[in-house]
């Protein structure tokens, strides 16, 4: 039968292993030869545009690369599904839009700050997601079947 | 109670019913939302109310986890927390520091990180208050003679907590990088250490309440803490599967996250197992009934449904649907919001020397509460699969699929109700204990008068 001390070792010899290999995987997966997000692509825009992103809290109610508040639409690949000029007017708008009747705060956005958040989408819809991007977008799949 | 200093857990308890309250009036506003009445919109848009509601039940969660320990912790050292002072200094600090946060979400101050929207001048603020909290905890247990596994398993899940707080301060220019180590923050929190801290108050509450011998319960909490860090620590691979990161994840991610259920089996059994192995005369039943109630339906919450869309296969078309918020509101509400119940049930006729551990109420509340919440999660089921469908397979406009899912969020509405009215009954209790008092170090706990132990 197991003894105490015995599963104690378990405990801290399964953690210490574990941990290891998880380190071991992310500085893998974040080495710039595995880099799958065009890196070398963000440009001072697209940081203005996430920093946009962030104060905003739009993952509050839109997601990205499938993280949000599933309450308004995927934002992955939305400039290729709308174009720049509808989403720059969203951006823009003094009045809610509400598509649907569902409301989405009126941020009245400058051009410079739009601009950035539609680089900031840009880069984003040029990330390989492993798959997950041909099933958030119509647009995508259709490609993919050309 | 068998030391003054515990008395600082009713204040913690006290918090916890406050912002449960708040964060389930936020539930509704999001709920209504759902359905077309949003009245509340210029105030209290959805992304506000999501914030508030999401880290409402953080807080509440680390003020109970914290108010567990100020319970737990003297008994297992036998010994006063070395400061009560700088606690109650603690448990301010945290109040403020949390409201703080939940008010400047109402005026658009916050980092908008999904689950981390604490601002990054707060999160110091909250690292001060943990280092605060962790002092006095380690300091106490540093000056006993005795040292608990289940005093070091609570503990060691409590400094883990803190130090995997700091990944989630750290600025990156890229979505993925940032994404990728808050779910360092978030994952490691939730599937991790968390779990550690739920083994120390679950552990506790079963030598109490089951009478059986501690050298057999702490044994097989090492073996389910280590099953929990086995298989999590790695399970934050199913995090990465669609974030832009190496498929080597889909792999790592998709052995181990699968192996994720096993922990809360074991945990499930464990407590199942104790049970039937005590005595079963200890008269607080309602404790009783949330303890073991919190290890099954953390099981069918976080093990069961969670698997039910963790592999790559599945996950590639669930991934950022309400199948996600069906999940995580089961597996929080069993393994953690339960747990945090049972310890309050279990501390509050000792802390205030009055015996309410047996009454219709308590036991309406733990009823109403399971079937209410079984209710929403079922309706949140239903909608994110018919969403699934609609969207993912058919190629329907997001928001003409919402369009189609609302009347679940009627359904849900009305379960919520039921749940709510739980809840209400379970503060009502909370409330009608009173205060902790200083007669209550006179009275022995109740397995003490019982002497149970069960080899």
Redesign the interface.
């Known amino acids: 039968m197991l003894s105490k001390s015995q599963a104690r070792a378990f405990f801290l010899g399964g953690t210490v292993v574990t941990f290891l290999i998880f380190i071991g995987l992310t500085i893998y997966s974040l080495a710039p030869s595995n880099d799958q997000t065009n890196h070398e692509n963000i440009t001072e825009q697209v940081v203005k545009g996430k920093h946009i992103w962030e104060t905003n809290n739009c993952m509050g109610c839109h997601s990205i690369m499938g993280e949000g508040g599933y309450y308004a639409p995927e934002l992955t690949k939305v400039i290729d599904r709308r174009g720049e000029p509808l989403i720059k007017a969203i951006l823009q708008s003094p009045v809610p839009w509400a598509p649907n009747g569902r409301k989405m705060v009126a941020y009245e956005m400058s051009d410079e700050d739009a601009e950035a958040m539609i680089e900031y989408l840009k880069w984003i819809g040029e990330i390989d997601l492993n798959g997950f991007d041909r099933i958030v977008s119509p647009l995508a799949r259709e490609r993919m079947k050309d | 109670m068998k030391y003054q200093s515990q008395k600082i857990a009713y204040w913690f308890f006290a918090l916890c019913m406050l912002l449960f309250s708040l964060q389930i009036v936020y539930g509704f506003i ?1 709920g209504f ?2 359905i ?1 009445m ?1 009245g509340l ?1 210029d105030f209290i ?4 109310a ?2 508030v509601h999401t880290n409402l039940l953080v807080v509440w969660l680390l003020a109970g986890f914290m108010g567990a320990a100020y319970y737990i912790i003297p008994e297992e050292a036998q010994r006063e927390i070395v400061s009560v002072k700088w606690a109650y200094i603690q448990l301010i600090s945290l109040a403020v520091v949390g409201v703080a946060a939940i008010t400047g ?1 109402h005026f ?1 101050i ?5 689950f981390l ?1 604490i601002p990054r001048e707060l999160d110091y603020l909250v690292v001060v208050n943990v280092l605060l909290f962790l002092g006095l905890i380690l300091a106490t247990l540093f000056k006993s003679k005795r040292q608990t ?1 289940t005093a070091m398993v609570l503990t060691m899940g409590l400094v883990f907590a803190a130090l995997l707080y700091l990944p989630g301060m750290i600025w990156f ?8 180590f808050r779910w360092w923050v978030v994952h490691l929190w939730v599937e991790g250490v968390w779990e550690l801290i739920m083994g120390g108050i679950l552990a506790f509450l079963l030598i109490k309440l089951t009478g059986v011998d501690r ?1 057999v319960i ?3 909490l ?2 389910i ?3 929990t ?2 298989s999590g ?2 399970g ?2 199913h995090h ?11 792999v ?1 991610g998709g052995i181990f996250s699968a192996l994720e259920p096993l922990a809360f089996l074991a945990m499930a059994l464990f407590a199942v197992y104790m049970y039937r192995k005590g005595e079963r005369n200890h008269p607080n039943k309602i404790a009783l009934f949330w303890t073991v109630g919190a290890s099954i339906v953390s099981f069918i919450g976080a093990g069961l449904l969670g698997f039910a869309h963790t592999l790559p296969q599945t996950n ?2 669930t ?4 199948v ?2 069906m999940h995580g509101h089961y597996a929080f509400w069993g393994a953690y919001v339960m747990i945090v119940l049972a310890i309050i049930s279990y501390a509050m006729p000792n802390l205030t020397g009055r015996k309410r551990h047996d009454n219709t109420n308590g036991h309406l509340a733990f009823w109403l509460s399971n079937i209410g919440m079984l209710g929403m999660v079922t309706a949140l089921g239903v909608a994110g699969v018919v969403q699934v469908y609609l969207e ?1 397979r058919l ?1 329907m406009d ?3 699929a ?2 189609e899912v609302k009347i679940h969020f009627v359904v849900m509405l009305l379960c919520a109700t039921m749940f709510a009215t739980g809840i209400g009954m379970y503060i009502y209790e909370f409330i009608k204990y009173g205060r902790p008092t200083d007669e209550a170090l006179k009275v022995p706990a109740v397995e003490e008068d019982n002497k149970v132990l069960v080899h």
């Open positions: 999001m939302a759902r077309g949003d919109h848009p959805f992304n506000t999501r914030a979400y658009n916050w980092e908008g990180r999904k929207e596994t220019d890229s979505q993925v990088t940032d994404s990728f050298e702490e044994k097989w090492y073996v803490v280590g099953l860090f086995l620590i790695l934050t691979g990465y599967y669609y974030i832009g990161v190496n498929k080597i994840w889909l790592v590639l078309y991934h950022g649907t309400l996600t918020a993912r190629g997001f928001m003409v919402q369009e």
